[in-house]
């Protein structure tokens, strides 16, 4: 069965400190594996996505995913976060055998001043 | 272009009404997915509509949900009779071709509060 793991419910961080929120997933099958952001008040917004290639993934603000096969993880990183990125990031795997996607339980991102 | 669109934004109703949740995907997208958050677990999958046809419907919880996408454009989730437990995020996507070969779109969720 496929599941996707967040390790942390609720990280609290001070602004321009480094975060890391990570996700682990289990599946017999090959994955693609995505993170979503969640702003208060608002959707669900693609982050960043792993298909294939590069096992390092960016994203435009700056987070960015490693895809690590032999751990099955797809942690989250930032290198100094800002008090924007407060939000709710939820990491997910799309099983290729499949067409569904299942989602982590979330993790709540604090960035305090 | 206009993103996934829900309606009601919220909704507050009592056990044993009806409550119908409307999604709009965006033009041209012919799947259509369901996902309902329960206040603190993940996201669940309830269902997936390629056109007007149900492709997935294995996480709808029980036969008190219908969900139809008439015309294969904008789809509604009706809850009949509401229970306590349906309360949550109800989450609509939208994609052009099978979701993870291509980026999904999410609405900004519809709230549902069963008193």
């Known amino acids: 069965a496929q599941s996707v793991t967040q390790l942390d419910s609720q990280v609290p961080v001070f602004e321009e400190a480094p975060v890391e929120l990570r996700c682990n997933y289990s599946?017999?099958?090959?994955?693609?594996l995505f993170w979503y952001v969640q702003y208060p008040n608002q959707g669900l917004q693609l982050l960043l996505k792993y298909l294939s290639g590069s096992t390092l993934v960016e994203s435009i603000n700056g987070f960015e995913a490693e895809f690590n096969k032999s751990q099955t993880s797809f942690h989250l990183r930032k290198p100094s976060v800002h008090i924007s990125d407060t939000a709710e990031y939820f990491c997910?795997?799309?099983?290729?055998?499949?067409?569904?996607?299942?989602f982590g339980a979330g993790t709540r991102l604090f960035v305090k001043a | 272009e206009a993103g996934v669109t829900q309606f009601p934004s919220h909704s507050v109703i009592e056990k044993g009404q009806t409550v119908t949740l409307r999604c709009d995907p965006i033009s041209g997208h012919d799947n259509l997915y369901w996902y309902r958050r329960v206040m603190g677990k993940e996201i669940k999958f309830l269902l997936h509509?390629?056109?007007?046809?149900?492709?997935?419907e294995s996480g709808m919880p029980n036969n008190r949900f219908l969900a139809e996408r008439t015309g294969g454009t904008y789809s509604t989730l009706k809850v009949q009779p509401a229970e306590l437990e349906d309360s949550g995020v109800y989450f609509c996507a939208s994609s052009r071709t099978r979701q993870g070969s291509t980026e999904a779109f999410f609405g900004q969720g519809t709230r549902l509060t069963v008193v």
């Open positions: 599946s017999s099958v090959s994955v693609y």
């Open positions: 509509f390629v056109k007007e046809s149900k492709q997935d």
């Open positions: 997910a795997a799309f099983n290729t055998g499949g067409f569904k996607t299942i």
